[in-house]
């Protein structure tokens, strides 16, 4: 897989984001300024509740853009078949027979993206899976969760 356009997905990504998130920012602090949104009496918090709302959005903005940046500066490189796992590996995973593709980035962990027909996840070495994928390399084996919820994944490939 091309990991320059799977960078250049996530990034796109990120831009798209960043537009909800400042429109939805920009929405709220009109919102919070309105008139109709002054309280009527004490117990009327609707305008306090939109401001809050414009400062988590606004706030979402800055970490968004910050998680681009950091994919912008991102060093993309192939990784050596037996190098361990660490930031910037695209990870290729089997659980229950499943192929699942990892990227391991600096930031925005949940992100998903397509690249060349595969849904490929963003986590981070901050992240419960990232912890116990760093330092693994190909064919090693990774578990997560306890219980009913343990999982065992299979390193089919580090890229």
């Not at 709220?28 to 949104?37: K, N, V």
């Not at 027909?117 to 693994?136: C, D, K, N």
């Amino acid at each position: 897989m091309n990991k320059h356009l799977l960078v250049e997905r996530i990034i796109a990504s990120l831009d798209a984001e960043l537009l909800r998130y400042a429109k939805a920012a920009r929405v709220a602090q009109a919102e919070a300024i309105d008139e109709q949104s002054r309280a009527e009496n004490k117990y009327d918090t609707r305008g306090l509740e939109a401001s809050y709302l414009a400062h988590g959005q606004s706030r979402q903005v800055v970490e968004t853009e910050q998680a681009r940046e950091q994919f912008l500066t991102l060093p993309v490189r192939a990784f050596a078949p037996d190098e361990p796992i660490g930031p910037g590996a695209l990870v290729e995973l089997e659980l229950d027979g499943e192929r699942l593709w990892y990227f391991l980035g600096p930031a925005a962990g949940g992100t998903e993206v397509e690249c060349e027909g595969r849904e490929v996840f963003v986590i981070t070495p901050q992240s419960p899976l990232g912890q116990r994928l760093a330092g693994q390399r190909n064919g090693g084996t990774v578990e997560t969760g306890t219980g009913k919820t343990r999982a065992v994944y299979r390193v089919l490939s580090v890229l």
